[in-house]
Protein backbone atom coordinates (compact mmCIF):
# COMPACT_ATOMS: atom_id res chain seq x y z
CA UNK A 1 0.00 0.00 0.00
CA UNK A 2 1.35 3.04 -0.68
CA UNK A 3 0.07 6.81 0.62
CA UNK A 4 0.83 9.98 -0.51
CA UNK A 5 1.02 12.99 2.06
CA UNK A 6 1.39 13.43 5.29
CA UNK A 7 0.43 9.96 6.65
CA UNK A 8 3.17 8.27 4.40
CA UNK A 9 5.80 8.59 6.76
CA UNK A 10 3.66 5.92 9.01
CA UNK A 11 3.28 3.02 6.88
CA UNK A 12 6.67 0.16 6.65
CA UNK A 13 6.65 -2.69 4.70
CA UNK A 14 4.38 -5.27 6.43
CA UNK A 15 2.21 -3.67 8.18
CA UNK A 16 -1.90 -3.39 6.77
CA UNK A 17 -3.12 0.51 7.48
CA UNK A 18 -6.60 1.43 8.18
CA UNK A 19 -7.99 4.42 7.57
CA UNK A 20 -11.30 5.21 9.35
CA UNK A 21 -13.78 8.28 7.22
CA UNK A 22 -14.97 10.68 9.80
CA UNK A 23 -18.49 11.72 8.98
CA UNK A 24 -20.20 14.92 10.44
CA UNK A 25 -24.07 14.97 10.55
CA UNK A 26 -25.52 17.79 7.86
CA UNK A 27 -28.33 19.19 9.56
CA UNK A 28 -30.79 20.72 6.81
CA UNK A 29 -32.91 23.62 7.93
CA UNK A 30 -36.39 23.83 7.13
CA UNK A 31 -38.85 27.08 6.71
CA UNK A 32 -41.73 27.23 8.49
CA UNK A 33 -44.54 29.36 7.10
CA UNK A 34 -48.04 30.77 7.86
CA UNK A 35 -51.03 32.10 6.59
CA UNK A 36 -54.91 32.09 6.43
CA UNK A 37 -57.47 30.86 3.62
CA UNK A 38 -60.22 33.70 2.45
CA UNK A 39 -60.83 36.89 3.35
CA UNK A 40 -58.99 37.89 6.76
CA UNK A 41 -61.00 36.50 9.30
CA UNK A 42 -58.06 36.57 11.89
CA UNK A 43 -54.49 36.95 12.69
CA UNK A 44 -51.80 34.65 12.14
CA UNK A 45 -48.71 34.87 13.95
CA UNK A 46 -45.49 33.09 13.85
CA UNK A 47 -42.75 32.92 17.16
CA UNK A 48 -39.41 30.94 16.57
CA UNK A 49 -36.57 29.40 18.70
CA UNK A 50 -34.52 30.69 15.46
CA UNK A 51 -32.43 34.14 14.84
CA UNK A 52 -33.26 35.60 11.84
CA UNK A 53 -37.19 34.60 11.87
CA UNK A 54 -40.72 36.58 11.56
CA UNK A 55 -43.83 36.64 12.05
CA UNK A 56 -45.00 34.61 9.20
CA UNK A 57 -41.72 32.89 7.90
CA UNK A 58 -38.39 31.79 9.77
CA UNK A 59 -35.73 28.54 9.29
CA UNK A 60 -35.54 25.62 11.89
CA UNK A 61 -32.87 23.68 12.68
CA UNK A 62 -31.96 21.24 15.28
CA UNK A 63 -33.63 21.54 18.63
CA UNK A 64 -35.19 24.63 17.45
CA UNK A 65 -38.69 25.25 17.44
CA UNK A 66 -41.58 27.53 16.16
CA UNK A 67 -45.11 28.21 17.61
CA UNK A 68 -47.80 28.93 14.95
CA UNK A 69 -50.72 30.86 16.41
CA UNK A 70 -54.28 32.01 15.26
CA UNK A 71 -56.42 34.48 16.80
CA UNK A 72 -60.15 34.96 14.69
CA UNK A 73 -61.74 38.57 13.93
CA UNK A 74 -64.76 39.30 16.16
CA UNK A 75 -67.86 37.09 14.83
CA UNK A 76 -64.98 34.15 13.99
CA UNK A 77 -63.38 31.19 15.29
CA UNK A 78 -60.37 29.31 14.47
CA UNK A 79 -61.40 26.13 12.70
CA UNK A 80 -58.41 24.45 11.61
CA UNK A 81 -54.51 24.44 11.16
CA UNK A 82 -53.70 22.68 7.54
CA UNK A 83 -49.65 21.98 8.01
CA UNK A 84 -48.25 20.82 4.39
CA UNK A 85 -44.96 18.93 5.23
CA UNK A 86 -43.04 18.94 1.81
CA UNK A 87 -40.35 16.46 1.81
CA UNK A 88 -37.98 15.38 -0.51
CA UNK A 89 -40.59 12.36 -0.94
CA UNK A 90 -43.64 14.24 -1.68
CA UNK A 91 -45.81 16.10 0.63
CA UNK A 92 -47.80 15.39 4.08
CA UNK A 93 -50.81 16.77 6.02
CA UNK A 94 -51.89 17.29 9.31
CA UNK A 95 -54.70 19.51 10.61
CA UNK A 96 -54.53 20.15 14.50
CA UNK A 97 -57.60 22.19 15.80
CA UNK A 98 -55.56 24.23 18.56
CA UNK A 99 -54.99 27.64 17.97
CA UNK A 100 -51.71 27.38 19.44
CA UNK A 101 -49.65 24.55 17.86
CA UNK A 102 -45.71 24.03 18.97
CA UNK A 103 -43.82 22.67 15.17
CA UNK A 104 -40.46 21.28 16.77
CA UNK A 105 -37.54 20.28 14.59
CA UNK A 106 -36.68 17.17 15.82
CA UNK A 107 -40.49 15.65 15.58
CA UNK A 108 -40.85 16.40 12.16
CA UNK A 109 -37.54 15.26 10.68
CA UNK A 110 -37.77 11.85 12.70
CA UNK A 111 -41.42 11.36 11.25
CA UNK A 112 -40.76 12.46 7.89
CA UNK A 113 -36.86 12.32 6.49
CA UNK A 114 -35.66 15.30 4.76
CA UNK A 115 -37.81 17.82 5.11
CA UNK A 116 -37.86 20.98 2.52
CA UNK A 117 -40.89 23.46 3.61
CA UNK A 118 -43.38 23.38 6.15
CA UNK A 119 -46.92 25.71 5.29
CA UNK A 120 -49.24 26.51 7.81
CA UNK A 121 -52.76 27.46 6.33
CA UNK A 122 -55.03 28.69 9.48
CA UNK A 123 -58.89 28.40 8.59
CA UNK A 124 -61.41 31.07 10.42
CA UNK A 125 -65.51 30.16 10.34
CA UNK A 126 -68.10 32.65 10.70
CA UNK A 127 -69.76 31.93 14.33
CA UNK A 128 -73.40 30.81 13.83
CA UNK A 129 -75.52 33.04 15.92
CA UNK A 130 -79.43 32.52 17.24
CA UNK A 131 -81.82 35.36 16.55
CA UNK A 132 -84.97 35.41 18.49
CA UNK A 133 -88.00 36.90 17.28
CA UNK A 134 -89.89 39.19 19.91
CA UNK A 135 -93.37 39.84 18.24
CA UNK A 136 -93.88 42.09 21.08
CA UNK A 137 -97.32 40.76 21.60
CA UNK A 138 -98.21 39.22 18.42
CA UNK A 139 -97.56 36.11 17.23
CA UNK A 140 -94.93 34.48 14.44
CA UNK A 141 -94.39 31.02 13.30
CA UNK A 142 -90.89 31.57 13.77
CA UNK A 143 -89.45 32.24 17.14
CA UNK A 144 -86.29 31.74 16.45
CA UNK A 145 -83.88 31.09 13.44
CA UNK A 146 -79.87 30.70 13.36
CA UNK A 147 -77.80 32.80 11.04
CA UNK A 148 -74.19 33.26 9.89
CA UNK A 149 -72.06 36.33 11.65
CA UNK A 150 -71.71 38.94 8.89
CA UNK A 151 -74.21 37.27 6.45
CA UNK A 152 -77.73 38.21 5.62
CA UNK A 153 -80.63 36.87 7.79
CA UNK A 154 -82.77 35.40 4.29
CA UNK A 155 -86.79 35.33 4.60
CA UNK A 156 -88.01 36.45 8.16
CA UNK A 157 -91.30 35.61 9.75
CA UNK A 158 -94.04 38.16 9.21
CA UNK A 159 -96.20 38.14 12.86
CA UNK A 160 -99.37 39.37 13.44
CA UNK A 161 -101.04 41.27 16.03
CA UNK A 162 -104.76 41.70 16.20
CA UNK A 163 -105.44 45.58 15.61
CA UNK A 164 -101.85 46.28 14.26
CA UNK A 165 -100.45 46.20 10.78
CA UNK A 166 -97.12 45.15 10.55
CA UNK A 167 -94.40 47.53 9.73
CA UNK A 168 -91.00 45.44 10.22
CA UNK A 169 -87.93 44.09 11.85
CA UNK A 170 -85.49 46.56 14.10
Excluded at 72 to 81: A, L
Excluded at 133 to 142: M, S, W
Aim: hydrophobic share 35%.
Amino acid sequence: VRMAGKYSRFLRSGFIAVIVATFQLQLFAFSVQVNQTGSVNGTVSLTSTSPGGTQVSTPLSSGQSATIKAVPNNGYQFQKWTIDVMTTAGKSSLSPTTADYQIKYDDFTTSYGSILLVQCTATFKAKEIKVNFNAKGGTTTTISKTVTYDSTYGELPTPTRSGYAFIGWY
